[in-house]
């Protein structure tokens, strides 16, 4: 069974940074894709990160230039960095994990909010 915990939201200023952990317990981690989703209020989620077994990364161009994702095999973790923050990236930040085609672990979520 699959689990994920976030860690290492929190309020920061425009222009700042925050750097989020996903905790992967499991077996077989380096097997799962691993992405970052966020869900601002009132809007439909998106996916902002996205990196694959093989370690290829994917970012939607909102994000991009600013947002890397990364992973660490050995301690089955998924890591968001983001810099040069904006008031439009506020919402909840969600980990999720998939082996094929859907995202179907999830984690419970880390608020994330950028005062301009």
């Known amino acids: 069974q699959v689990q994920l915990l976030e860690s290492g939201g929190g309020s920061v200023q425009a222009g700042g940074s925050l750097r989020l952990s996903c905790q992967f317990s499991?077996?077989?981690?380096?097997?799962?894709?691993m992405g970052w989703f966020r869900q601002a209020q009132g809007k439909k989620r998106e996916r902002v990160a996205e990196i694959n077994s093989g370690g290829s990364t994917n970012y939607p161009d909102s994000v991009k230039g600013r947002f890397t994702i990364s992973r660490d095999n050995a301690n089955k973790a998924t890591y968001l960095q983001m810099n040069s923050l904006k008031p439009e990236d506020t919402a909840v930040y969600y980990c999720?994990?998939?082996?094929?085609?859907?995202?179907?672990?999830w984690g419970q979520g880390t608020l994330v909010t950028v005062s301009s």
């Open positions: 999720a994990a998939r082996r094929e085609y859907d995202f179907n672990y």
């Open positions: 499991g077996r077989t981690f380096p097997s799962y894709a």
